[in-house]
């Protein structure tokens, strides 16, 4: 980053190649919309892009990347709160519905045995349905711990708490989690 | 360690997080405590389905997009680039500065004054300092106006009778 700020644009590109993906990724199970998702990323590498040259390297940059990262999520999944409460008045919206991935998987996926697959498709719906009813700054928490593999100091800086708050938030988040997902908890831990 | 001090920890258990003293603190806990040993199962089951959700690849069109946007971005200048001087402003700056001197060479290599013109200003200096004042001088302003012709020679009738 110090070289972006530097002017060196061949080192945003750099940047923009390493981060792009978890990104993305963190950015989709946030707001549960692939093409949101890109959006949102390309706004947080602008953001980034605009404040090179006032950048100080303080803290970690993946740290400064994804709390502007976190803080767009949050606004957009507010945002699309308040949308889909509007919506839903005339036309309900199914989450399978604008749910992109899982109808590429579908498609594309050649998968030898269909029993199987569908299995395997059940648990993921029913674990992706899980996250997304966790409040949002606990579901931004699990991502960042779970995903994005950050430690607690990073994590709480970016939702801007302390690692106490943190930790318990976390561990509310896996409660939930836990009895969200009890038949495929059962029968993991039996494994 | 009590079950409810296990809650900020338990966590850092599961993913191996935790110190070395505080992993060895947890052992012997779990290792007593039922329920304990039965959610740091189920934490550790939450944590593998969690790793079974797919990761996503950026569309192709992500970084054209990204390029685009920044190629869009306005320069930013720095604030001494202000004072950077640009070849037109340097051009305008000499032509002035060339003017100025050709101006001045002019105005110089115009004549002094002879002694002469210097003595004849002093003659007339008389005469001009009574000017100043004869033309600043107030009672003269508020004389009557000048008297007609007619009226002289009728002045001048009157006093022959």
């Known amino acids: 980053m110090l070289d972006v700020k530097a002017g060196d644009e061949q080192s945003f590109t750099l940047l923009l190649h390493r981060y792009r993906r978890p990104l993305i990724n963190f950015l989709y199970r946030m707001v549960r919309n692939r093409e949101q998702a890109e959006d949102l990323a390309q706004e947080v590498f602008i953001r980034v892009y605009r404040a090179r040259e006032d950048y100080v390297p303080s803290a970690k940059f993946t740290t400064w990347l994804f709390r502007i990262a976190t803080n767009l999520a949050l606004n957009s999944v507010r945002d699309n709160r308040y949308q889909r409460m509007e919506i839903s008045l005339d036309a309900p919206v199914t989450v399978d519905a604008e749910d992109g991935e899982e109808k590429a998987l579908d498609v594309t996926e050649q998968h030898p045995n269909i029993e199987q697959h569908l299995v395997e498709e059940g648990r993921r719906k029913m674990i992706r349905h899980a996250i997304d009813k966790l409040p949002e700054k606990q579901r931004a928490a699990v991502l960042l711990h779970k995903y994005q593999e950050l430690d607690y100091g990073e994590i709480s800086k970016i939702l801007q708490c302390s690692e106490s708050a943190l930790k318990s938030l976390l561990f509310r988040a896996y409660e939930t989690l836990r009895v969200e997902l009890a038949p495929l908890v059962a029968q993991q831990a039996r494994q | ?161």
């Open chain 2, 1 to 161: 360690m009590s079950c409810s001090r296990m809650e900020n920890k338990i966590l850092g258990y599961v993913d191996g997080r935790l110190k070395e003293s505080e992993r060895l603190e947890m052992e012997k806990h779990v290792s007593t405590c039922a329920a304990c040993r039965v959610r740091v199962n189920e934490f550790r089951a939450v944590n593998v389905l969690l790793d079974e959700l797919p990761v996503i690849e950026p569309s192709a069109a992500f970084d054209i997009r990204m390029h685009a946007r920044v190629a869009a971005e306005p320069v930013k200048q720095s604030w001494w680039a202000w004072f950077a001087p640009s070849p037109r402003v340097v051009l305008a700056a000499a032509m002035l500065l060339l003017a100025t001197v050709w101006v001045g060479s002019r105005t110089s290599t115009v004549d002094p004054l002879s002694a002469s013109d210097i003595d004849k200003i002093n003659q007339n200096m008389q005469v001009l300092e009574n000017y100043d004042v004869i033309s600043d001088f107030a009672p003269l302003s508020e004389l009557p106006p000048p008297v007609q012709a007619d009226d002289a020679s009728d002045t001048s009738s009157n006093q022959t009778m």
